[in-house]
Each structure stands twice: as structure tokens, then as C-alpha cells.
């Protein structure tokens, strides 16, 4: 038996780019890999020290530019990389609207790619 994911809201691959500083003060970019209105899965190329509940400050580069604080979930390191998850904890009203704003846009965009094809 597989394990259910269990997130509530849908994921969207995706590529993005992004920024992200620690609380300790690193700053390092990312890249964007999934995303949804509660989290997403990063990748750097750099060997950072990352841990499970560390929080990060994080800045979507997308049509707007969105910034929000978020809680990382898992680390996965490999030889030339780190990926990593967050949820998302703290997002300005301003920031959320956009961000839901434009994955439903994403959504929908796919989804008429997948029928129209």
C-alpha cells in the first residue's frame, strides 16, 4: 500500500526563481521546483546547513515578486545540491492574493494545454 500524500492543497510543478536568507543570516538562491498555496519544494546548489523547522524568509521572483516567512519541513541533500519543503506560515494579505491569483492562473493554463492538445 502506498502512502497518500497528505496535503490539502494540489502542487504545481513549476520553475521559479527565488531567494531565501536564514535566520542566521545566510542568503542564497533557489530554485522553484513545486508549488501550492501552502508550501513548496526548493533546490540550491549550494551546500547549505539546513534543518527541519529552521525558518527561512523567502522571495518568489514571479510575475510580481512574493514574500512570505516559511518553516522548512524536509532536507534532502545530494553531492551538488540541497532540496528542500516548506509550508508556508506567515504571508502578507497582499502577497497570498497574488499567490493564489497566479496559481490559479498556472492551473488553468495547463489545464487548457491538456485539453486542447
Not at 526548493?42 to 534543518?51: F, G, M, Q, V
Not at 519541513?73 to 494579505?93: A, C, D
Request: proline share 2%.
Amino acid at each position: 500500500m502506498y502512502e497518500k500524500d497528505k496535503r490539502y492543497y494540489t502542487r504545481y510543478k513549476i520553475r521559479l526563481e527565488g531567494k531565501v536568507a536564514t535566520e542566521k543570516g545566510q542568503v542564497f538562491q533557489v530554485e522553484i521546483l513545486d508549488l501550492s498555496i501552502e508550501g513548496a519544494r526548493l533546490k540550491t546548489d549550494r551546500d547549505i546547513p539546513l534543518y527541519e523547522g529552521d525558518i527561512i524568509n523567502l522571495l518568489i521572483k514571479w510575475k510580481s515578486s512574493i514574500k512570505c516567512k516559511a518553516e522548512i519541513r524536509w532536507v534532502k541533500t545530494e553531492r551538488f545540491n540541497t532540496e528542500f519543503g516548506v509550508k508556508f506560515i506567515e504571508m502578507p494579505m497582499k502577497d497570498r492574493e497574488t499567490l493564489t491569483s497566479l496559481i490559479s492562473e498556472h492551473a488553468l493554463t495547463n489545464l487548457l494545454d491538456t485539453y486542447l492538445r
